[in-house]
Nanobody, 115 residues
């Protein structure tokens, strides 16, 4: 079973940056499709960004041009660089791995953006 641990959340002011990291244990990381989701209070969990096994990235329109996803297969990590943060980006961010038709989730890391 894949285990995911997120890190890097915190409190920043609008316009600042944060870098989230997710470390995966177990499983063949290089063939996992990875992604970041977020859930704001009172809202459903939503997709932020994904990265395929060959490095192709997808971004939700709300973060396009501000966020960048990357992966390091040797380190078994996937990062989310978040720039120009807005108060609307405040949420718990979850790392996701899709591996052998199963979805795995981390426990999440809180991102708070003050205006």
């Amino acid at each position: 079973q894949v285990q995911l641990v997120e890190s890097g959340g915190g409190l920043v002011q609008a316009g600042e940056s944060l870098r989230l990291s997710c470390a995966a244990s177990r499983g063949a990381f290089s063939i996992m499709s990875m992604g970041w989701y977020r859930q704001a209070p009172g809202k459903q969990r939503e997709l932020v960004s994904t990265i395929t096994t060959d490095g192709s990235a997808y971004y939700d329109d709300s973060v396009k041009g501000r966020f960048a996803i990357s992966r390091d297969n040797a380190k078994r990590t996937v990062d989310l660089q978040m720039n120009s943060l807005k108060p609307d980006d405040k949420a718990v961010y979850y790392c996701n791995a899709n591996f052998r038709a199963a979805n795995y989730w981390g426990r999440g890391t809180q991102v708070t953006v003050s205006s």
